[in-house]
Protein backbone atom coordinates (compact mmCIF):
# COMPACT_ATOMS: atom_id res chain seq x y z
CA UNK A 1 0.00 0.00 0.00
CA UNK A 2 1.74 3.30 -1.04
CA UNK A 3 1.12 6.83 0.30
CA UNK A 4 -1.28 9.05 -1.29
CA UNK A 5 -1.87 12.89 -1.08
CA UNK A 6 -5.09 12.64 1.10
CA UNK A 7 -2.84 10.30 3.46
CA UNK A 8 -0.96 13.58 4.86
CA UNK A 9 -3.75 14.59 7.08
CA UNK A 10 -4.86 10.98 8.37
CA UNK A 11 -1.45 10.53 9.59
CA UNK A 12 -1.62 14.22 11.31
CA UNK A 13 -5.58 13.66 12.48
CA UNK A 14 -3.34 10.43 14.25
CA UNK A 15 -0.74 12.18 16.24
CA UNK A 16 -3.03 15.01 16.93
CA UNK A 17 -6.11 12.19 18.29
CA UNK A 18 -2.73 10.79 20.29
CA UNK A 19 -2.05 13.76 21.91
CA UNK A 20 -4.95 15.04 23.11
CA UNK A 21 -4.84 11.61 25.62
CA UNK A 22 -1.52 12.21 26.67
CA UNK A 23 -0.72 14.23 30.09
CA UNK A 24 1.77 16.44 28.78
CA UNK A 25 2.16 20.35 29.30
CA UNK A 26 0.46 22.37 26.11
CA UNK A 27 4.11 23.19 25.02
CA UNK A 28 5.60 20.15 24.65
CA UNK A 29 2.56 18.87 22.45
CA UNK A 30 3.40 22.03 20.19
CA UNK A 31 7.31 20.58 20.01
CA UNK A 32 5.62 17.11 19.45
CA UNK A 33 3.58 18.63 16.34
CA UNK A 34 6.33 21.33 15.24
CA UNK A 35 9.07 18.67 14.95
CA UNK A 36 6.82 16.15 13.21
CA UNK A 37 5.42 18.54 10.75
CA UNK A 38 9.05 19.04 9.94
CA UNK A 39 9.97 15.62 9.78
CA UNK A 40 6.73 15.34 6.92
CA UNK A 41 7.93 18.22 5.27
CA UNK A 42 10.94 16.73 4.56
CA UNK A 43 10.46 12.75 4.13
CA UNK A 44 6.63 12.80 3.24
CA UNK A 45 6.68 10.73 -0.23
CA UNK A 46 4.04 9.09 -1.99
CA UNK A 47 6.88 6.48 -2.47
CA UNK A 48 6.65 5.10 1.15
CA UNK A 49 4.14 3.30 2.97
CA UNK A 50 1.73 5.21 5.56
CA UNK A 51 2.89 3.05 8.31
CA UNK A 52 6.83 4.65 7.82
CA UNK A 53 5.07 8.30 8.58
CA UNK A 54 3.19 6.91 11.78
CA UNK A 55 5.89 5.12 13.02
CA UNK A 56 8.04 7.89 12.76
CA UNK A 57 5.78 10.58 14.56
CA UNK A 58 4.84 8.42 17.36
CA UNK A 59 8.37 7.93 17.96
CA UNK A 60 8.93 11.88 17.94
CA UNK A 61 5.93 11.72 20.33
CA UNK A 62 7.72 9.15 22.91
CA UNK A 63 11.13 10.83 22.68
CA UNK A 64 9.94 14.31 23.48
CA UNK A 65 7.66 13.20 26.18
CA UNK A 66 9.36 10.35 27.75
CA UNK A 67 6.62 8.53 27.55
CA UNK A 68 7.93 5.14 27.25
CA UNK A 69 4.51 3.29 26.62
CA UNK A 70 1.54 5.92 25.04
CA UNK A 71 -1.47 4.99 25.92
CA UNK A 72 -0.15 2.52 28.82
CA UNK A 73 -3.79 2.26 30.55
CA UNK A 74 -5.76 1.85 26.99
CA UNK A 75 -3.48 -0.80 26.15
CA UNK A 76 -3.90 -2.66 29.31
CA UNK A 77 -7.49 -2.15 29.36
CA UNK A 78 -7.89 -3.67 25.62
CA UNK A 79 -6.17 -6.91 26.86
CA UNK A 80 -8.06 -7.46 29.56
CA UNK A 81 -11.16 -6.81 27.98
CA UNK A 82 -10.14 -9.21 24.86
CA UNK A 83 -9.00 -12.07 27.58
CA UNK A 84 -12.42 -11.58 29.47
CA UNK A 85 -14.28 -12.10 25.85
CA UNK A 86 -12.06 -14.84 24.59
CA UNK A 87 -12.76 -16.68 27.43
CA UNK A 88 -16.75 -16.76 27.03
CA UNK A 89 -15.81 -17.10 22.96
CA UNK A 90 -13.90 -20.05 24.07
CA UNK A 91 -16.54 -21.98 25.35
CA UNK A 92 -19.00 -21.28 22.58
CA UNK A 93 -16.35 -22.51 20.31
CA UNK A 94 -15.95 -26.09 21.74
CA UNK A 95 -19.66 -27.36 21.11
CA UNK A 96 -19.16 -26.92 17.51
CA UNK A 97 -17.54 -29.48 14.77
CA UNK A 98 -13.69 -28.88 13.63
CA UNK A 99 -14.49 -26.88 10.35
CA UNK A 100 -17.14 -24.78 11.56
CA UNK A 101 -15.01 -24.49 14.81
CA UNK A 102 -12.19 -23.06 13.15
CA UNK A 103 -14.53 -20.50 10.95
CA UNK A 104 -15.98 -19.61 14.34
CA UNK A 105 -12.73 -18.81 15.42
CA UNK A 106 -11.70 -17.19 12.66
CA UNK A 107 -14.78 -14.68 12.65
CA UNK A 108 -14.12 -13.46 15.98
CA UNK A 109 -10.13 -13.22 15.03
CA UNK A 110 -11.20 -10.89 12.66
CA UNK A 111 -14.00 -9.19 14.40
CA UNK A 112 -11.12 -8.29 17.02
CA UNK A 113 -9.40 -5.93 15.37
CA UNK A 114 -12.11 -3.46 16.52
CA UNK A 115 -9.52 -3.37 19.29
CA UNK A 116 -7.57 -1.34 17.27
CA UNK A 117 -7.97 1.91 19.27
CA UNK A 118 -5.87 4.04 16.66
CA UNK A 119 -8.84 3.59 13.85
CA UNK A 120 -11.31 5.88 12.67
CA UNK A 121 -14.32 5.29 13.83
CA UNK A 122 -13.15 3.91 17.47
CA UNK A 123 -9.95 6.27 18.04
CA UNK A 124 -7.74 6.62 20.91
CA UNK A 125 -10.55 7.87 23.28
CA UNK A 126 -13.17 5.04 22.77
CA UNK A 127 -15.03 3.63 25.17
CA UNK A 128 -15.42 -0.81 25.84
CA UNK A 129 -19.13 -0.94 26.21
CA UNK A 130 -18.86 0.23 22.27
CA UNK A 131 -16.39 -2.41 20.93
CA UNK A 132 -18.76 -4.86 22.71
CA UNK A 133 -21.35 -3.79 20.59
CA UNK A 134 -19.27 -3.84 17.91
CA UNK A 135 -18.20 -7.12 17.79
CA UNK A 136 -21.02 -8.47 17.78
CA UNK A 137 -22.39 -6.73 14.68
CA UNK A 138 -19.54 -7.69 13.21
CA UNK A 139 -19.30 -11.51 13.88
CA UNK A 140 -23.26 -11.24 13.03
CA UNK A 141 -22.65 -9.75 9.68
CA UNK A 142 -20.62 -12.35 8.25
CA UNK A 143 -17.67 -11.29 5.87
CA UNK A 144 -17.77 -9.82 2.82
CA UNK A 145 -15.07 -11.82 1.30
CA UNK A 146 -15.01 -15.48 3.00
CA UNK A 147 -12.27 -17.96 2.28
CA UNK A 148 -12.33 -19.74 5.20
CA UNK A 149 -12.97 -22.88 4.12
CA UNK A 150 -10.02 -22.44 1.76
CA UNK A 151 -7.68 -21.45 4.63
CA UNK A 152 -8.99 -24.32 6.86
CA UNK A 153 -7.79 -27.05 4.07
CA UNK A 154 -4.66 -25.82 3.51
CA UNK A 155 -4.18 -24.99 7.20
CA UNK A 156 -4.96 -28.61 8.21
CA UNK A 157 -2.28 -30.03 5.70
CA UNK A 158 0.29 -27.54 7.29
CA UNK A 159 3.08 -28.55 9.05
CA UNK A 160 4.62 -24.92 10.35
CA UNK A 161 2.46 -21.55 10.12
CA UNK A 162 3.95 -17.98 10.63
CA UNK A 163 1.27 -15.61 13.00
CA UNK A 164 1.96 -12.35 12.76
CA UNK A 165 -0.03 -10.45 15.56
CA UNK A 166 -1.73 -7.00 14.82
CA UNK A 167 -2.78 -5.07 18.28
CA UNK A 168 -3.54 -5.50 22.06
CA UNK A 169 -6.73 -6.96 22.99
CA UNK A 170 -7.15 -8.75 19.37
CA UNK A 171 -4.18 -10.88 20.43
CA UNK A 172 -6.37 -13.02 22.82
CA UNK A 173 -8.51 -13.96 20.27
CA UNK A 174 -5.68 -14.62 18.03
CA UNK A 175 -4.81 -17.17 21.06
CA UNK A 176 -7.92 -18.90 20.26
CA UNK A 177 -7.20 -19.66 17.20
CA UNK A 178 -3.80 -20.28 17.62
CA UNK A 179 -5.21 -23.27 19.86
CA UNK A 180 -7.28 -24.53 17.12
CA UNK A 181 -4.12 -24.48 14.99
CA UNK A 182 -2.00 -26.61 17.46
CA UNK A 183 -4.95 -29.53 17.22
CA UNK A 184 -4.39 -29.67 13.54
CA UNK A 185 -0.55 -31.09 14.19
CA UNK A 186 0.58 -27.88 13.28
CA UNK A 187 3.63 -25.97 14.34
CA UNK A 188 2.17 -22.05 14.94
CA UNK A 189 4.92 -18.95 15.46
CA UNK A 190 3.82 -16.20 16.81
CA UNK A 191 5.66 -12.76 16.08
CA UNK A 192 5.27 -9.71 17.77
CA UNK A 193 6.47 -6.17 18.18
CA UNK A 194 9.56 -5.60 20.36
CA UNK A 195 8.73 -2.22 21.71
CA UNK A 196 5.37 -0.18 22.28
CA UNK A 197 3.79 1.97 19.41
CA UNK A 198 0.01 3.06 19.23
CA UNK A 199 -1.89 0.30 19.53
CA UNK A 200 0.22 -2.57 18.07
CA UNK A 201 0.74 -5.98 20.35
CA UNK A 202 4.33 -6.14 21.43
CA UNK A 203 5.88 -9.76 23.27
CA UNK A 204 4.88 -8.62 26.41
CA UNK A 205 1.67 -8.09 25.63
CA UNK A 206 1.76 -11.49 23.66
CA UNK A 207 2.90 -12.88 27.45
CA UNK A 208 0.06 -10.98 29.00
CA UNK A 209 -2.98 -12.64 27.28
CA UNK A 210 -1.07 -15.93 27.76
CA UNK A 211 0.65 -16.52 23.95
CA UNK A 212 3.06 -18.46 25.05
CA UNK A 213 0.83 -21.41 26.41
CA UNK A 214 -0.59 -21.70 22.58
CA UNK A 215 1.98 -21.40 19.99
CA UNK A 216 5.08 -23.56 19.33
CA UNK A 217 7.47 -20.66 19.90
CA UNK A 218 7.12 -16.76 20.26
CA UNK A 219 9.72 -14.38 17.81
CA UNK A 220 10.66 -10.78 17.59
CA UNK A 221 9.20 -9.28 14.20
CA UNK A 222 10.89 -6.02 14.85
CA UNK A 223 11.23 -3.26 16.80
CA UNK A 224 8.28 -0.34 17.85
CA UNK A 225 7.25 -0.34 14.03
CA UNK A 226 3.49 0.06 13.21
CA UNK A 227 3.05 -3.03 11.12
CA UNK A 228 5.82 -5.07 10.02
CA UNK A 229 8.61 -2.50 8.50
CA UNK A 230 10.95 -4.84 5.92
CA UNK A 231 13.49 -2.52 6.97
CA UNK A 232 13.40 -3.01 10.49
CA UNK A 233 12.48 -6.56 10.72
CA UNK A 234 13.80 -9.06 12.82
CA UNK A 235 16.55 -11.49 11.68
CA UNK A 236 14.30 -13.96 13.06
CA UNK A 237 11.47 -12.88 11.15
CA UNK A 238 13.55 -12.91 7.98
Known amino acids: MRTHLNCASCIVDDLCGALDLVPLKEEIKNEILKESF ?3 AREFSTEKIP ?3 ITEVHRILKRISGIEIPFKERRDKCNQLGIKMAEKIALEAEGLEESERFSFLVNWAIASNHLDFRTVGTGYGFQMAEI ?6 CVSEGLKID ?22 GEIAFDKLLIKELRRYGTSVISALRGGPITSDAT ?3 GETVG ?3 AASKIILAGPDTLGISLNEMSDQLK
Open 38 to 40: QFL
Open 51 to 53: SYF
Open 132 to 137: IEEFRA
Open 147 to 168: QRDEIFRIAKSSSKILYIHDNV
Open 203 to 205: IED
Open 211 to 213: LQD
